[in-house]
């Protein structure tokens, strides 16, 4: 995100707009991507809300959040798009309190990478999961991305 020592993350967090919602979706390729028509978006708070759930040494993904909200919305799917952008505005908008912070860095991109639109960005998420005993993984030559190595045996269940 841009100049985000200018914004109120903390406003946006709580901006549910229209949400929680679900739209059908009538594209054929997204639907078959997707697995469904029923569409949900869920408000930013409620990223917020989960995201604090996971416990200290434990981590989940963007597309485990939307698979659980999906799940108990009664939606095929949540919306990708806006999981994104609400995953960073809940990690902004926790390092503008004082108070009631969200553990933002146990949440992981897909496959276990790295988010660089964290506040600090790679650096930063890598240290503090590295405190809770992650190992962290460096990948590729060119375009270099960094993963949890086998997130997969600490991936926190939300159902």
């Not at 897909?110 to 930063?124: D, F, R, S, T, V």
């Not at 590729?140 to 045996?153: A, E, L, S």
């Amino acid at each position: 995100m841009a100049n985000e020592d200018t914004k109120d993350f903390n406003a946006m967090l709580n901006d549910s707009k229209d949400m929680p919602k679900i739209q059908i979706i009538t594209d054929k390729k997204s639907i078959e991507r997707y697995g469904g028509e029923r569409m949900y978006f869920a408000p930013p708070i409620d990223y917020d809300q989960v995201m604090k759930l996971i416990p200290y040494g434990k981590v989940i993904t963007v597309g485990e959040i939307r698979k659980y909200f999906a799940k108990i919305s009664g939606a095929d799917f949540t919306e990708p798009i806006t999981a994104g952008i609400f995953v960073s505005i809940a990690a902004w908008a926790s390092e503008q309190r004082n108070e009631d912070k969200t553990s933002y860095w146990r949440t992981l991109k897909a496959q276990g990478e790295l988010n660089p639109k964290y506040p600090g960005g790679i650096e930063a998420q890598k240290v503090k999961l590295e405190a809770e005993g992650h190992t962290i993984i460096q990948r590729g030559r060119t375009n270099i991305k960094y993963f949890v190595k086998d997130y997969q045996n600490t991936l926190y269940n939300l159902s």
